[in-house]
């Protein structure tokens, strides 16, 4: 029982963001979240969901052959058990990556693993949940993501990018919030400031809209 998990769903997409957008990706959306963002799409994760061993969630990840796959939530950081998970998962040769919201501690993840730490803005109503010291963890092939609701979470995002010069270190990751800051306006500050970082829009979304399991 130590090594099961709620799960959400398991589905097989493009990923929508990050350096691998566009690729088949395997994602495992785990249940609960410590969060209460502001703009969050994925409230359906916060409870509920379905209880399951390690080796079932691996053993219909596998019915995929993917390449890549990704744990994402809500907060899968929430479940201790998600670690041991990405080992396993990494140990059969899959590119592993996860989503967390940086509240929660990134320190015991499996190295092999790529993290997407999403620091939170000020827009997102959970900047004071930011745990800062998740910097300190992150590796080369991590990135660091902002998703944006208006220009002072921008400038907000600047000054932490800038002031830290995390671009030297990590890919930084740019993104709006889905129908609030126009995209267009985002990609125009980006580009009038010469900013190191990725502009990202959620190819998910283009795509396929709000539907679930997308």
């Given at each position: 029982m130590d090594q099961d998990l709620r799960v959400t769903e398991i589905f097989y997409s493009l990923q929508g963001e990050t350096r691998t957008v566009g690729l088949p990706t395997v994602f495992i959306r785990l249940t609960g979240c410590p969060l209460r963002c502001h703009y969050c799409d994925t409230a359906y994760a916060f409870s509920g969901g379905t209880r399951r061993s390690q080796q079932a969630i691996v053993d219909e990840v596998g019915t995929y052959s993917p390449h890549y796959?990704?744990?994402?939530?809500?907060?899968?950081?929430?479940?201790?058990?998600?670690l041991p998970l990405m080992r396993a998962l990494c140990d059969r040769g899959y590119a592993v990556s996860i989503e967390t919201g940086g509240a929660l501690s990134v320190a015991g993840i499996d190295p092999r693993v790529s993290v997407v730490l999403d620091v939170k803005t000020p827009g997102?109503?959970?900047e004071a949940r930011n745990d800062y010291g998740n910097l300190a963890h992150l590796k080369p092939i991590d990135?660091?993501?902002?998703?944006?609701?208006d220009r002072k979470d921008y400038e907000w995002s600047r000054a932490f990018v800038m002031e830290r010069s995390l671009y030297e270190r990590y890919e930084i990751l740019l993104s709006p919030v889905a129908g609030g800051l126009p995209p267009a306006e985002l990609a125009g500050w980006i580009l009038a400031d010469r900013l190191p970082v990725r502009f990202q829009l959620q190819l998910h979304k283009v795509l396929w809209g709000d539907v679930r399991g997308r």
């Open positions: 796959v990704t744990v994402t939530g809500g907060e899968p950081l929430a479940q201790p058990a998600v997102s109503g959970e990135q660091v993501k902002f998703v944006l609701t």
